[in-house]
């Protein structure tokens, strides 16, 4: 069954979801960044260009020719096959429709009210659904 971890209080949810896919890279593993809209997966696919000037992250569009040899995929069509269902980092406000697709699932939620209220009902949903959930909360230890 799918993970999900749910991660909020988030300032900046491009820089941490690029921090992640950095980390899940250098692990060997393979991930999915869906962003909310067009807008927001290009901003992202610019942000993983500048993330660190010592690391480069391996990163495609969904769709693109090289997606089943790339590790991170950039999407915010959830109706273009992925390559991979590893992992998913969800920068949305919605419940992804591939979710039972993936092994685990990372649930960014900003310090937006908005964001945080959409996540909470995510939450409520997905535990009704008995998926197994654990929360960080950033800036607490």
């Not at 820089?15 to 290009?42: F, G, H, M, N, T």
């Not at 960014?108 to 964001?115: F, L, M």
């Not at 909470?120 to 960080?136: C, D, E, I, M, S």
Request: proline fraction near 6%.
């Amino acid at each position: 069954m799918t993970r999900i971890d749910f991660h909020t209080n988030i300032p900046d949810k491009l820089a941490y979801a690029c921090r992640l896919a950095r980390k899940a890279y250098s692990a060997k593993a393979r991930v999915v960044l869906l962003a909310e809209d067009a807008a927001q997966a290009e901003a992202l696919n610019a942000a993983l260009w500048t993330v660190s000037s010592t690391d480069f992250i391996p990163h495609v569009p969904a769709g693109d020719p090289l997606a089943d040899q790339t590790p991170v995929i950039v999407t915010f069509d959830e109706s273009v096959a992925l390559p991979h269902h590893e992992m998913l980092v969800n920068l949305t406000r919605r419940t992804p429709a591939l979710l039972s697709q993936f092994a685990r699932v990372f649930e960014i939620i900003s310090v937006d009210e908005d964001d945080a209220a959409a996540g909470r009902k995510r939450y409520v949903a997905y535990k009704k659904q008995n998926y197994p959930l654990t929360h960080f909360v950033a800036g607490q230890s």
